[in-house]
């Protein structure tokens, strides 16, 4: 619970004062519903400037229904509708196929796997001008 309620309190920040890691709640336009969260992140480390990376999660019983894949592709516009967007980066355990299939419905490309601490993640990255116009 103070896990949540601080990841909470640190949202509430970054939207507050424009901070560079934002995360957004995933929720059914019929009832409203909060099915999962789609994070915009920006500033990180691991980041050269303009990139953004997208990270998604959702709760158990909504997998496979595309909600991951709208929100990741709203939170795209999003960034790029903020400020200039070079590309864009989605970060995945190797064995997270699901993950994996958001972003080559996407358009990602699979460009290697990093070691971060000591967990590995598959890397895909979006230019942010193959992005759509409108």
């Known amino acids: 619970m103070e896990e949540h309620l ?3 309190n640190r949202n509430a920040r970054a939207w507050r004062d424009g901070g560079p890691v934002v995360d ?14 789609v994070g915009v992140q920006r500033g990180l480390p691991y980041l050269d400037p303009g990139e953004v990376n997208l990270t998604y999660a ?27 967007v070079t590309a864009f980066l989605i970060r995945c355990s190797p ?4 993950s994996a299939a958001v972003a080559r419905r996407l358009g990602f490309s699979y460009v290697g796997c990093v070691v971060e601490g000591s967990e590995p993640l598959d890397r895909y ?3 942010a001008a193959a992005l759509p116009r409108g």
């Open 6 to 8: 601080a990841w909470l």
């Open 24 to 37: 957004l709640a995933i929720e059914l336009c019929d009832t409203g519903e909060h099915v999962g969260v």
């Open 58 to 84: 959702l709760y158990g019983g909504q997998r496979g229904r595309g909600f991951a894949t709208a929100a990741v592709s709203l939170a795209m516009r999003l960034a790029v509708d903020q400020e200039p």
């Open 95 to 98: 064995v997270n196929s699901s």
């Open 125 to 127: 990255v979006l230019s």
